[in-house]
């Protein structure tokens, strides 16, 4: 397997989808009583969050990121 750059924007939307998953998940199982309403902030909620991330690490890191080495 080729060894690849951590990327944390992309690892805070992963989490963010399977929070609502779970969330999901637990509603449909019966576990809790969820409206329809809360999905679309958590969903968008964590997808802005993972955005500003990304934008974050990419200013730490700079423009070049993987291709500094070529």
């Not at 449909?28 to 809360?38: D, E, L």
């Amino acid at each position: 397997m080729l060894r690849h750059e951590f990327q944390p924007g992309k690892l805070v939307a992963g989490l963010a989808l399977i929070a609502t998953g779970a969330v999901y998940a637990g509603d449909a199982g019966g576990a809790w009583r969820t409206p329809w309403f809360v999905m679309v902030p958590l969903i968008v909620g964590g997808l802005c969050l993972a955005g500003a991330t990304a934008a974050l690490t990419r200013g730490i890191r700079g423009r070049g990121g993987a291709e500094e080495g070529r």
